[in-house]
T-cell receptor, first 113, second 113 residues
């Protein structure tokens, strides 16, 4: 079974703090994704990566950056957290073929005070 | 860009059949996915359609009509555990990222006794 893990289930940070969300997958997937999920807005893509050290902006990259130094790990960074970044963050991975489904991690619920 | 529409909420009775519709507008369609997401959990893959027609998988079936920009997810013999949100997601190859999906806002299905 594919396993996608995220470093924290719940996280509380203060405005202005730098926040790191880590995601690790154990199935040698080429593609990794970061989404945020908000009520009434659904899942929105922040960034994705199709190879080590490669990254592409999704639909809402503002205020976020990412890092992919190793194939199995994809990090989402909030340089200076703001209250409007309070959300559920979901990481996903998939094989490098267009017809392969994405496998999701359990999510990190981030609250920025 | 893409526009994906699905009903916000539906209610159905245990043992019945329910159809959840999804319409989309995209210029480079290359596949449609359905995911199930229970409250507080990660989305899990249900089905994938890239060609017109019906794909059946146990109690769940998914249909696609590319000419109409339309898909539906059919759930038969509904069980209480089918209460969840159902997410429609479309892959569009015309954008920068051929592996990324755009998700609809989800349909929350409530199964009642």
């Amino acid at each position: 079974d594919v396993k996608v893990t995220q470093s924290s289930r719940y996280l509380v940070k203060r405005t202005g703090e730098k926040v790191f969300l880590e995601c690790v997958q154990d199935m040698d997937h080429e593609n990794m994704f970061w989404y945020r999920q908000d009520p009434g807005l659904g899942l929105r893509l922040i960034y994705f990566s199709y190879d080590v050290k490669m990254k592409e902006k999704g639909d809402i990259p503002e205020g976020y950056s990412v890092s992919r130094e190793k194939k199995e790990r994809f990090s989402l960074i909030l340089e200076s957290a703001s209250t409007n970044q309070t959300s559920m963050y979901l990481c996903a991975s998939s094989l490098g073929s267009v017809d392969n489904e994405q496998f999701f991690g359990p999510g990190t619920r981030l609250t920025v005070l | 860009g893409q526009n994906i529409d699905q009903p916000t909420e539906m209610t159905a009775t245990e043992g019945a059949i329910v159809q959840i519709n999804c319409t989309y507008q995209t210029s480079g369609f290359n596949g449609l996915f359905w995911y199930q997401q229970h409250a507080g959990e990660a989305p899990t893959f249900l089905s994938y359609n890239v060609l017109d027609g019906l794909e059946e998988k146990g109690r769940f079936s998914s249909f696609l009509s590319r000419s109409k920009g339309y898909s539906y997810l059919l759930l038969k013999e509904l069980q209480m555990k089918d209460s969840a949100s159902y997410l429609c997601a479309v892959r569009d190859l015309s954008g920068a990222g051929s592996y990324q999906l755009t998700f609809g806002k989800g349909t929350k299905l409530s199964v009642i006794p």
